[in-house]
């Protein structure tokens, strides 16, 4: 059973920096691709960034590349986003996702191909 917990949201300004965390509580998570998606006020959920099962691919929404990086610590049933040089318009709730399917490069960035998600954690950027 898969269960997503993310943590690490919050208020900061324009410039800042948060880490966020998703941990899976249950006993598949090394075999898991995961993702980031976020939500914001009266928008659809986006992509954000997403990894493969092992770490060994990435892939970024262009408008967060080169500011966010997504990583992954398998002993620790664990997921990263770590955000930098943050945004007003990054504010939003984010979602950690879980996808149990092979071939992942080819939908990482589709919500409808993760059945599993947290509850989201806000994220609010001062400007």
């Known amino acids: 059973q898969v269960q997503l917990e993310e943590s690490g949201g919050g208020l900061v300004q324009a410039g800042g920096s948060l880490r966020l965390s998703c941990v899976d509580s249950?006993?598949?998570?090394?075999?898991?691709?995961m993702g980031w998606f976020r939500q914001a006020p009266g928008k659809e959920r986006e992509f954000v960034a997403g990894?493969?099962?092992?770490?060994?691919?990435?892939y970024y929404t262009d408008s967060v590349k080169g500011r966010f990086t997504i990583s992954r610590d398998n002993a620790r049933s664990t997921a990263y986003l770590q955000m930098s040089s943050l945004k007003p318009e990054d504010t939003a709730v984010y979602y950690c996702?879980?996808?149990?399917?092979?071939?992942?490069?080819?939908?990482?960035?589709?919500?409808?191909?993760?059945?599993?998600w947290g509850q989201g954690t806000q994220v609010t950027v001062s400007s």
């Open positions: 996702s879980s996808d149990p399917g092979a071939y992942y490069y080819a939908r990482y960035s589709r919500a409808d191909e993760y059945p599993y």
């Open positions: 249950g006993r598949t998570f090394s075999i898991y691709n």
């Open positions: 990894i493969s099962w092992n770490g060994g691919n990435t």
